[in-house]
């Protein structure tokens, strides 16, 4: 037996190379060595980390379009994480700005390198607002139990990653240009790792999920990925995209703040190029308004008309509406979503009286609104949802659950419905087949990223990223995390189904593991009552219909400026 095992290695040495029996890879650019990691069930699997998919956006390059990485001379090693792109994280609360320009690497990992397996390709893009967050904080030890190939991206962030001048000088959109970037290198080397570029997954949280949503829509994409899985964010949420011109107008404030000229645009840009880059992200302070809100100041936009390589050529209402919908799409919120905004305010008491005493002021701006409304128009906004929410009650502990509500509303779940609503439309009207599963997450294990954003002391419900603790390893949020036998049942739920859905389209296909999930998740074909699988615990996982029917029917009732609703676009046609 021993004998075997030897002839074996010898045989994956000559395969792959070996550096005292390090796996080794050689892509267009020059090879790569990498190094065996364990999964959480004690699978061992392959990674290499770090691996350049663009050359570094530095000097000239910072406001411009990624390029093909350069080429290397003898091995490197891809052992280690690079650097993340530079940002200053408010939602963790973080006083330094770490990370380099120098950042656009992805990390892949995979059961076996050069397998005859073709294996399905899973690619993740990080959340954080558009600001925050890198590839390296979320691990492969879970997902790497399954017979996947995973990728995890890095990607430019704030004005970095996302400045917009409305016309060529800064067209915007770098950050989702470098996802780009990142699948074509996918497509062309992900054979090499044993992945099959012919099934590739996008999936994606909070931004990360609004991500994958546009290039579900975006003409740069479409043929690099095969099905998409939007978690907590979709291309509709308020927070996801700057509309009626305030990309142009952030600009010009940055521009300010750096002692740079307003115009032309041209030498706006030019100028904001030979800015140190820490400085740049250090302004993120002046555009708060109140407390850290708006929360993301620059954001997703539509490109300059005629602009051959825009990713983004119209509002994503009118992509929805019109472009190809025919990628199989899994898409879900968490039930207190909005503790990601409730948590930090309900840390700071100054914070929650000013809610309750200056509504009209606060809520436009902390829900993003008053960027595409008028004075009067955001005073009517605010009127009704203070009601709606509160009726005559003060804002304070007792409301506190209804703070989380609106946020999660305002936020999430009315886009998220918006969203589905439309793919199912299109879908009953021009009968394209694509599916389209949709979740409601309602399971909270011992901790909650409510402690990361805000007061650890109170149980906000079912947080933002929540689901994340049972799809990645958890101990660099949460110190020495140990899973409950509970909570690896639920990881093992959630990793069967999004790995089905990568494998198939389907996330309980016929020969789903009952030990596993008994349910049969069903996709969604009622468009006046949308089916929604309900996650409620590892043993109670149920069909519902109709999520959240009065609270989506309220936020769809009102004139706000992001978009009109599905309904009304689709009257027409149905």
């Not at 069930?41 to 000097?59: E, H, I, S």
């Not at 404030?253 to 740079?260: E, G, Q, Y």
């Not at 149980?459 to 929540?466: K, L």
Request: proline residues 6%; hydrophobic residues 40%.
């Amino acid at each position: 037996m021993r004998t075997s095992c030897v002839l074996v290695l010898a045989a994956l040495c000559v395969g792959v190379g070996c550096h005292d029996n390090a796996p080794q890879v050689t892509v267009k650019q020059g090879s790569l060595r990498g190094h065996y990691l364990t999964s959480r069930k004690g699978r061992r699997f392959v990674g290499f980390q770090g691996v350049p998919y663009a050359k570094p956006p530095l000097g000239e390059m910072r406001f411009r379009n990624p390029e093909p990485p350069e080429s290397w001379v003898g091995v490197r090693e891809a052992t280690e994480y690079s650097p993340v792109c530079i940002q200053r994280s408010i939602f963790a609360k973080q006083i330094d700005i770490t990370g380099s320009e120098d950042c656009l690497y992805l990390n892949v990992f995979t059961p076996q390198v050069l397998s005859s397996l073709r294996m399905d390709v899973m690619v993740w893009f990080h959340g954080g607002g558009f600001v925050s967050g890198a590839g390296s904080f979320y691990g492969p030890e879970y997902l790497l139990d399954e017979d996947i190939v995973l990728v995890t991206v890095n990607y430019r962030l704030g004005p970095i990653g996302f400045l917009s001048t409305g016309d060529v000088a800064a067209p915007g959109n770098f950050g989702l240009k470098d996802q780009v970037a990142a699948l074509h290198w996918v497509h062309n080397n992900i054979e090499l790792f044993g992945g099959n570029p012919s099934s590739v997954t996008l999936f994606g949280e909070s931004a990360g999920g609004s991500s994958v949503h546009y290039h579900m829509l975006s003409p740069l994409s479409r043929g690099l990925f095969h099905r998409g899985i939007s978690q907590s964010g979709t291309a509709l949420c308020s927070w996801a995209f700057a509309a009626n011109g305030s990309s142009s107008h952030q600009a010009r404030k940055l521009a300010k703040l750096l002692d740079c000229p307003t115009s032309p645009n041209a030498g706006l840009v030019e100028c904001l190029r030979t800015k140190d880059a820490r400085d740049v992200i250090a302004t993120d302070k002046q555009f708060m308004e109140w407390d850290v809100d708006p929360l993301i100041p620059f954001k997703p936009v539509v490109e300059p008309t005629g602009l051959q390589d825009a990713f983004l050529p119209a509002e994503p209402l009118q992509l929805l509406q019109k472009g190809p919908l025919s990628i199989p799409w899994l898409t879900g919120i968490n039930s207190a979503d909005g503790a990601l905004k409730a948590a930090p305010i309900y840390e700071k008491a100054e914070l929650v009286a000013e809610l309750n005493s200056q509504f009209e002021r606060v809520a436009p701006i902390t829900m993003f609104y008053g960027e595409v409304s008028s004075p009067d128009v955001a005073a009517e906004i605010s009127q009704r949802i203070k009601s709606f929410y509160f009726k005559e009650q003060p804002i304070g502990n007792e409301t506190m659950h209804r703070v989380v509500d609106m946020y999660t509303d305002s936020f999430f779940s009315w886009a998220a419905n918006e969203a589905v609503h439309i793919h199912l439309s299109r879908n009953f009207v021009e009968g394209d087949g694509a599916s389209v599963y949709y979740y409601y997450f309602t399971y909270r294990g011992p901790h909650s990223y409510s402690e990361l954003f805000g007061d650890p002391t109170r149980d906000f419900g079912v947080c933002h990223a929540d689901e994340l603790i049972y799809l990645f390893p958890s101990a660099r949020v949460f110190g020495n995390f140990s899973a409950t036998p509970e909570e690896e049942q639920m990881t093992d739920c959630l990793i069967h189904m999004w790995t089905n859905f990568a494998h198939t389209g389907n996330p309980t296909p016929l020969d789903t593991k009952k030990d596993v999930m008994s349910t049969t998740w069903q996709p969604v074909t009622s468009i006046d009552n949308l089916e929604y699988l309900h996650i409620e615990s590892p043993s109670n996982i149920y069909m519902n219909s109709g999520l959240l029917k009065d609270r989506v029917r309220f936020w769809s009732s009102l004139p706000l400026g992001f978009t009109n609703t599905a309904r009304t676009l689709l009257r027409d046609e149905l």
